[in-house]
C-alpha cells in the first residue's frame, strides 16, 4: 500500500458548470469553493499532509477582468471569513505563486500564512498566480545570483514547494488530460488521474475511489 503525503489537485471545470446550470460562469466558482472545502475535510480524514490546490495560474490573466475579479473577490471572502476557521483546524496555509495582487489582498495573504505558520495537521498550498516555468525560471536565476551549484537537489529547494515532498499523485477535474503549466518539475513521477467530472461536482466518495487506487499502484521509479 502506498503511503501518501501530498496530493496536487487542478481544480478545473467550474465556468461549465456554471454554464451548464443555465447560471453564470462565475456561479460555477462559487460552488468551487464548497467542493475544495469537502476535498480538505476528507484530505485531513485520509491524513494527508500536503494539498496544493491549483486556484489560479499566470495564464488565467488572460481571462476576461470581470471574471478574475470575482474569483479574487471569492478568495478573499473565503478568507476573512474562514482563516480562524482553518486555524483551528490545525491547517497551515501556503501560497505558492508570486503575490503579485491588490496591497490589500497581499497583506491578507501574507497575514494568513503568518498565522497559520505553525499548524501542523494539514498544509494547503494554495496556487495563485502559479506557473511552473516561470517559477523554473526565478529559480534559475537564484541559483545564478547566489553562486550556488546545479544540482536537482538546490533545485527542488529553491522552488515555492522547498521543504514539501513532490506529489504522491495529481488530480484533474474537468475531462481535460493536460498540466496547464502546473508544478512541471515536482510532478516528474507523480501518478496522474484524470477525472471526468467538473470540479464542483467532484465529492468525497470520488476522491476516495482515487485514494484507494492510488494506493495500490506499483511505483517502479525506473526501477522493475
Ligand atoms: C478552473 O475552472 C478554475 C480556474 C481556472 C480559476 P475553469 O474556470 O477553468 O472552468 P472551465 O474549464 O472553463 O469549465
Ligand atoms: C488550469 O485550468 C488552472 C487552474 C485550474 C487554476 P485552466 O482552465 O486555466 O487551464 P487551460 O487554460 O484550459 O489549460
Ligand atoms: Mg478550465
Do not use: C
Not at 488565467?60 to 478574475?68: D, G
Not at 477525472?195 to 485514494?211: A, G, M, Q, S, T
Amino acid at each position: 500500500m502506498n503511503p501518501i503525503k501530498h496530493v496536487a489537485i487542478i481544480m478545473d471545470g467550474n465556468g461549465r458548470w456554471g454554464l451548464k446550470k443555465r447560471k453564470s460562469r462565475n456561479y460555477g466558482h462559487k460552488k468551487g469553493l464548497d467542493t475544495v472545502e469537502k476535498i480538505i475535510k476528507a484530505s485531513i480524514k485520509n491524513k494527508i499532509k500536503f494539498l496544493t490546490l491549483y486556484a489560479f495560474s499566470t495564464e488565467n490573466w488572460k481571462r476576461p477582468k470581470k471574471e478574475i475579479h470575482f474569483l479574487f473577490n471569492l478568495l478573499e471572502n473565503y478568507l476573512v471569513n474562514k482563516i480562524t476557521q482553518l486555524n483551528k483546524q490545525n491547517i497551515k496555509l501556503k501560497i505558492i505563486g508570486n503575490k503579485k495582487f491588490s496591497k490589500k489582498l497581499n497583506n491578507l495573504l501574507i497575514s494568513s500564512e503568518k498565522k497559520t505558520s505553525k499548524n501542523n495537521k494539514l498544509q494547503i498550498n494554495l496556487a495563485l498566480n502559479y506557473g511552473s516555468k516561470n517559477e523554473l525560471v526565478d529559480t534559475f536565476k537564484i541559483i545564478k545570483k547566489n553562486n550556488i551549484k546545479i544540482n536537482e537537489k538546490n533545485i527542488s529547494n529553491n522552488l515555492f514547494t522547498k521543504n514539501i515532498p513532490d506529489p504522491d499523485f495529481l488530480i484533474r477535474t474537468g475531462n481535460t488530460q493536460r498540466l496547464s503549466n502546473f508544478l512541471l518539475w515536482q510532478l516528474s513521477y507523480s501518478e496522474i488521474f484524470f477525472e471526468k467530472k467538473l470540479w464542483p461536482d467532484f465529492n468525497e466518495n470520488d476522491y476516495n475511489k482515487i485514494i484507494n487506487k492510488f494506493k495500490k499502484i506499483k511505483r517502479n521509479y525506473g526501477n522493475i
